[in-house]
Every structure is written in structure tokens, then in C-alpha cells.
Nanobody, 122 residues
Framework: QVQLVESGGGLVQAGGSLRLSCAAS????????MGWFRQAPGKEREFVGA????????FYADSVKVRFTISRDSAKNTVFLRMNSLKPEDTAVYYC???????????????WGQGTQVTVSS
């Protein structure tokens, strides 16, 4: 079992920045892929990016590449999503998830956090 808790969401103006955190606990995470997803009202859950826990390899959706950065602090078992140059279309509930391989399909992830709301005003 892996428990995930997101934090750091909030209201920000367009062009601003936020950093989301995902604290992980439970079984050994060394072979885990940590993914970030988002879901806007009325839309499907969308892949944002992911990081490999052991090697720090990252992969991003084209829509957020350059603007968003995923990192991890292994000592604190925490993954971060740094979001810069935010746009109103980035408004969504953001989730972190844990899986065994890097997939963009949310159904391939085994564990999920509760989500944190990000609202970007124009």
C-alpha cells in the first residue's frame, strides 16, 4: 500500500506560479513512478507529467512542457509539481498517483491522493 497526500493548491492569477507537493508513505517507493494528473469540471482526468522515483527521469504532457517541472526529495518521500506561467485553462483538481511504470493512462496507476484544487484567474 502507498498513501499519497497532496498539498499546495490555491487561487493564483494568470502568469503566476504554484508548487504542489505529494507526500508518499507506505511500501518501498524505489521502483515507483509518480505521476501528476489533473481534472477540470466536465473533463476527463488528464496526464500532466511523471517522474521515476529512483532515477529522477521525468516526462511531461506537451501542454505543460517548459512551464511545469516535477522533482522529488527522496529523503522526505515527497514529489513536487512546480507550475509557472499559469493559465486559466490550467484550472483543475490536481492529483498525484503512484504506479509501477510510466503511463499516461490514469487507469494504469494503482494509488491516488485526494487531490488539491488549483484555480487560475484571468
Amino acid at each position: 500500500q502507498v498513501q499519497l497526500v497532496e498539498s499546495g493548491g490555491g487561487l493564483v492569477q494568470a502568469g503566476g506560479s504554484l508548487r504542489l507537493s505529494c507526500a508518499a508513505s507506505g511500501r518501498t517507493l524505489s521502483s515507483t513512478i509518480m505521476g501528476w494528473f489533473r481534472q477540470a469540471p466536465g473533463k476527463e482526468r488528464e496526464f500532466v507529467g511523471a517522474i521515476s522515483w529512483s532515477g529522477g527521469y521525468t516526462f511531461y504532457a506537451d501542454s505543460v512542457k517548459v512551464r511545469f517541472t516535477i522533482s522529488r526529495d527522496s529523503a522526505k518521500n515527497t514529489v513536487f509539481l512546480r507550475m509557472n506561467s499559469l493559465k486559466p485553462e490550467d484550472t483543475a483538481v490536481y492529483y498525484c498517483a503512484a504506479g509501477s511504470r510510466l503511463f499516461t493512462d490514469p487507469t494504469r496507476y494503482d494509488y491516488w491522493g485526494q487531490g488539491t484544487q488549483v484555480t487560475v484567474s484571468s
